[in-house]
């Protein structure tokens, strides 16, 4: 399929027929905008004739799903994989900042002072990626074709029910800490103050709170502490002794969609003209009775309604990556009191991190790159092309972006 724009930049319905596409550019009367998707822009005034296109949009807090369609045909099919890095990296950062601050000198600590989470509206830096990639992978649709109508399937969970099925009424003003002072009296107090790991038969009467996972993945949720006398605490951390502890149930993407359904829908409906919401039973009934495989894709041409509409036979898979990496230098010092630089060239023989390469008549990312001019080269889906290939070897095809994206056939085969 190659998408089409007017001259004044304005989307045209796509077409298919390539020799014509070859003709119009080998003739000087259209010009290649954009290679994946591939999309030309004509030279010369014609109409722009369209025709009712739905965009159906399968939300999610780790893949989006996209499909638009008309009555006859699906004209373009995506899969999003959005970030899911973002808190960690907060974590970290949060973490060397303390530690540079407390080397440095002492400062009094400070509450809040953080102005902008005390702002109308105001969503944590997850969140709100997951919110503005929806809205930007929705944009890049707009611009290669005209969408008439929006449809978007919103999740809604209920974290509470999910956790306590028997919930109803005032019980849910009356969560699982209600009457206690804090955190660590809670888990005290559920756990019988008694050590989870010896139950006792260390003797130890010290009581500590310990963290199933790091505070940095995990949290400070009350399903990922657990009770844990001084003794069995410190040799655990020595490496003297393994727990056997049940994992922590994790409801953040739960969580995510909770936060997310409106904002997304409100910033879609001050956008764009006509947007709607459909729901998931309404996807699956619509699945299970024309027997559609379950994907975010499949789902999101259920979701655009036109059930009637021919599949496409090749899928645009879309990653968002992070193209700056700001801390300077490692955490540790290295022998001689010198730390190590954290950042590599941003430019090696050409390259740089996630430009789009061809190496041997096969299309890959550049996942890592070393002064010498040999890179690691990937799929999307992290599956290794080549583990250290030289740059002789090497096609720029597109320079990185924030969104990387390669096309796929019907049968998982990336096409050039």
Known sequence: MVYVLSKNGNPLMPTSRHGKVKHLLK???????????????????????????????????????????????????????????????????????????????????????????????????????????????????????????????????????????EISGTEYQQGEQLG??????????????????????????????????????????????????????????????????TPNKSYRDASF??????????????????????????????RIMNNIEKTHSADAYCISGNMNAIRSNETYNQAFKRKYNRQIHKANFLKGGKKKLNQSEYEVKGFRLFDHVRYKDEDCFIFGRRTSGYFDLRKLDGSVVHRSASFKELKLLKRQNTILIERKGCNGVLLS
């Open 180 to 245: 206690f002072w804090n955190i660590r009296e809670y888990v005290l107090w559920r756990d019988n103050h008694e050590c989870q790991h010896c139950h006792g038969k260390s003797k130890d009467r010290i009581l500590n709170v310990h963290h199933k996972e790091s505070q940095k993945t995990g949290g400070d949720s009350p399903g990922n502490l657990v009770t844990l006398c001084e003794t069995c605490h410190k040799s655990y951390h020595a490496g003297r002794i393994q727990l056997k502890l």
């Open 257 to 286: 969609m909770g936060i997310m359904r409106w904002y997304v829908y409100n910033s879609l409906k001050e956008l764009y003209p006509e947007v709607s919401m459909t729901y998931g039973y309404i996807t699956k009934t619509n």
């Open 27 to 165: 003739d000087g009367k259209a010009k290649v905008v954009r290679r994946t998707p591939f999309t030309i822009q004509l030279l010369y005034d014609s109409p722009e004739y369209t025709q009712p296109i739905t965009l159906g949009v399968d939300s999610g807090s780790k893949v989006v799903g996209l499909s638009a369609t008309t009555e006859k045909k699906e004209l373009f099919v995506s899969e999003i994989t959005l970030r899911d890095d973002i808190p960690e990296l907060l974590s970290t950062r949060r973490q060397n900042r303390r530690t540079r601050r407390n080397r440095l000198r002492y400062r009094m600590e400070r509450f809040l002072n953080r102005t902008a989470s005390k702002k109308e509206g105001w969503l944590a830096p997850s969140v709100k990626h997951k919110v503005d990639s929806h809205l930007k992978v929705i944009e890049n649709v707009h611009r290669i074709l005209p969408i008439s109508r929006i449809v978007i399937e919103t999740a809604s969970f209920d974290i509470q029910k999910i956790r306590n099925p």
